[in-house]
């Protein structure tokens, strides 16, 4: 469903939308004026007027006020209780944090609010749309019933940019149904310390990989332009790269982590999310900033997110970090300049909170200096989830004292007002409830299992254990193995996600029992249940749920979530996944361990028990992606998109680092079955791995093999056949 094009139409259509959602909205809905006739329309309401010519007439129009509530973003939970703050406080944007929902979670109340919140805005003065925001980073997950697909980690493991596409195009059909045009995804931070709790967000440790998995946004917002004013399809929504830029590459604080020892979790810091990231400048273009270029250049993403993190460029000697969310050089100057990025920058949730105030260095809110050099730095729209009065007063006292110019507020908006015409947001302000069945349709999950089983990566395979036969007698054990909110992970229904059943759709055992109907399945969580006669065990362990500074190790733990939640976080395998793991293969033929988790998991096999190991990551809703694979109705083809570490003390370990010997390399990654890639690179890739397993392998094998996965990634294949000759040889 398009754009309509014909203005006479356009404005028809416009009006039955008003009087619909006046309708749906119930009685107590505002009455909504006819739009006004072609002759006495302002210039910004003709449709078939240029973008740029219809926001300078937008612009020239609006007081200084309304355009600060342009620059202004509330959450949800702020105005669902009077939604005339909207319009009083001439807000721009509303969001949905991770949890943030309508009483009934539904497609159809996510409409209504939406709609709801429109309606407010829309009785502006000049009647300028809303544009909705939330983080659909893996799926829709705030939404109960959306396709939940797997954690970037698990993405950039296909690596296939083509199947990363339809996951957006997906995504953004479902985000669309439920009224939202924007999303705050993708990211495209190159993790390099697995110690990290958002590891699983980044598609891996190469920027080349990364870059290649930025297909992601084409398929949120549509091809990119090609010069002409951009339309934005009614079921697309505009991306954004985040987090610009150095997240992934922040220094572990071992100090912090000491500290944090022996506290309660209400006391403990982050030890690595938010932190510094301290590089050369040369290393930070080669490593945090190479993603940003193709997002913007070659996908026209709409919006960039800065991180949280600082960086401290060790060219002028550390000490001196700058707040990313106060660095003009790199928003303004990098940004907006050297890469030519047209679109707006959106801080995070309450991002300039964090910029340090050197007059008031103990205040975590606002003040007119946070306020004015975040701006100032490039900060085009600000999530001020609930403060967002406070921040209007404060710019607006701001640009009046002179400290921050009428030229970068007008900037500002027009790059928002930009978006939201392209969008359609003008002749379209309101959802309706035609498209929810598109929330976790069949045609998505089709997608999501498909996504799972080329994301699962086999990193041990003795004696050709995988694929099992369908007529298997299986013991499976785990935790993981029948736990949807396990294998979903952060970002699912609430922030920090949840063990438990908080979706629908197929855990691992469900879907083992799908996909080999006739195997005689016996299942055990504990492993406490007797193993009988069965023959293959599989042990399906790993982590809980967790997100940004939750998830670090050696930080806090979750103390407001479920049980489960409230481990140590450890790149070792939880104790207790281990009894299992130790129990099931001591006492079956064959054993097959999964690691469901958002990155490496180190799994002790003193004894060489483990006959097949998988990285399964977090597959999100649909669980029979796995036994896909395991069953052999598609091959193993995932390649690891980070290095798995030997030991914990490795971390961190990348590719391209001087003592490199992990368990298994960047690029790793056994196949089984009838793989679609027959090329000679996938087959001397195979015939390495192979020599490794036979043990023939020369000693830098691991380095070997991921300089070789490297330099495929960069397009040198000349380089990349030699390397894998070198340890086949």
Excluded at 567 to 576: G, I, M, R, V, Y
Aim: charged share 20%.
């Amino acid at each position: 469903m398009g754009i309509v094009t014909d203005a006479r139409t356009r404005r028809r259509n416009l009006a039955v939308a008003l009087s619909a959602a006046a309708a749906l909205l119930g009685q107590g809905a505002p009455a909504l004026a006819a739009p006004p006739s072609a002759a006495e329309a302002p210039a910004y309401l003709d449709a078939d007027a240029p973008v740029a010519q219809r926001v300078a007439d937008l612009l020239g129009r609006m007081t200084l006020e309304e355009k600060i509530g342009q620059m202004t973003q509330a959450e949800r939970g702020a105005v669902a209780d009077d939604p005339s703050k909207i319009k009083t406080q001439m807000l721009g944007s509303v969001l949905s944090g991770g949890g943030s929902t309508p009483a009934q979670n539904t497609p159809a109340a996510w409409v209504e609010m939406v709609n709801t919140f429109q309606a407010q805005a829309l009785q502006t003065r000049l009647k300028i749309p809303l544009i909705y925001g939330i983080d659909a980073v893996h799926g829709h997950g705030n939404v109960r019933g959306a396709t939940v697909f797997p954690h970037n980690v698990g993405l950039g493991a296909t690596r296939s940019p083509g199947l990363v596409k339809q996951v957006g195009r997906a995504t953004a059909a479902e985000v669309r149904a439920t009224g939202i045009p924007w999303s705050f995804s993708p990211c495209l931070c190159v993790s390099r310390d697995e110690r990290w709790g958002r590891s699983y967000e980044s598609f891996g440790e190469d920027p080349a990989l990364v870059s290649q998995m930025s297909t992601v946004i084409d398929g949120y917002q549509g091809p990119a332009g090609n010069g002409k004013d951009r339309t934005f399809k009614s079921d697309r929504v505009l991306a954004t790269a985040k987090h610009f830029a150095g997240d992934g590459g922040t220094t572990y604080n071992t100090a912090i982590a000491q500290a944090n020892v022996g506290k309660p979790w209400w006391e403990k810091k982050y030890t690595i999310d938010q932190g510094v990231t301290e590089m050369s400048r040369a290393d930070f273009t080669r490593l945090a900033l190479a993603p940003f270029g193709p997002a913007v250049n070659a996908h026209d993403v709409g919006s960039v997110m800065p991180s949280y993190s600082s960086v401290d460029f060790t060219d002028d000697g550390l000490g001196n970090p700058v707040k990313m969310h106060a660095n003009k050089e790199l928003l303004t100057g990098t940004l907006k300049g050297d890469l030519g990025f047209d679109g707006f920058v959106i801080s995070d949730w309450e991002g300039i909170h964090q910029i340090p105030d050197p007059a008031a260095p103990g205040n975590g809110g606002l003040t007119p200096y946070k306020v004015r050099t975040g701006v100032n730095a490039g900060n085009d729209m600000l999530m001020e989830p609930y403060s967002a009065q406070q921040f209007e007063d404060l710019l607006l006292a701001e640009v009046k004292a002179g400290r921050v110019a009428q030229s970068r507020i007008d900037d500002a908006v027009s790059r928002i007002l930009t978006k939201k015409f392209e969008l359609g947001l003008f002749e379209h302000p309101y959802a309706t409830l035609d498209d929810v069945d598109q929330v976790g349709s069949a045609e998505h999950r089709a997608v999501a299992r498909e996504a799972v089983a080329k994301s699962q990566v086999l990193l041990k395979n003795a004696g050709n254990a995988l694929p099992l036969s369908s007529k298997s007698k299986v013991y499976v054990a785990g935790r993981n193995a029948d736990n949807i909110g396990n294998q979903a992970g952060g970002w699912t229904i609430t922030w920090q996600g949840e063990s438990g059943d908080n979706i629908p759709g197929t855990t691992i055992l469900k879907g083992i029992r799908e996909v080999a109907p006739n195997a005689d399945v016996t299942f055990s969580a504990d492993a406490s249940a007797p193993v009988g006669d069965a023959k293959v065990g599989i042990a399906v362990v790993g982590e809980t749920p967790y997100s940004e500074g939750y998830g670090d190790v050696g930080g806090p733990e979750c103390g407001w979530c479920t049980v489960p939640q409230h481990e140590e976080k450890s790149l070792n395998l939880n104790a207790d996944d281990q009894k299992v793991v130790d129990k099931v293969c001591a006492e079956v033929e064959t054993c097959v361990v999964l690691v469901v988790s958002g990155r490496p998991q180190i799994v002790a096999d003193p004894n060489g028990r483990i006959d097949a190991l998988v990285a399964s990551w977090l597959p999100g809703s649909e669980g029979a992606g796995v036994a896909d694979v395991l069953f052999g109705r598609q091959g193993f083809s995932g390649r690891l998109p980070v290095t798995w570490p030997a030991s914990a003390a490795q971390e961190p370990i990348n590719v391209g680092d001087a003592d490199y010997h992990p368990a298994y390399p960047f690029g790793w990654g056994l196949r089984t079955g009838d793989d679609s890639d027959s090329s000679d690179l996938a087959q001397a890739l195979d015939r390495a791995q192979s020599a490794v397993a036979a043990g023939r392998a020369p000693a830098d094998w691991a380095a070997l093999i991921a300089d070789a996965e490297q330099a495929r990634l960069t397009g040198d294949t000349a380089k990349a056949r030699n390397l894998l000759n070198q340890v086949a040889r």
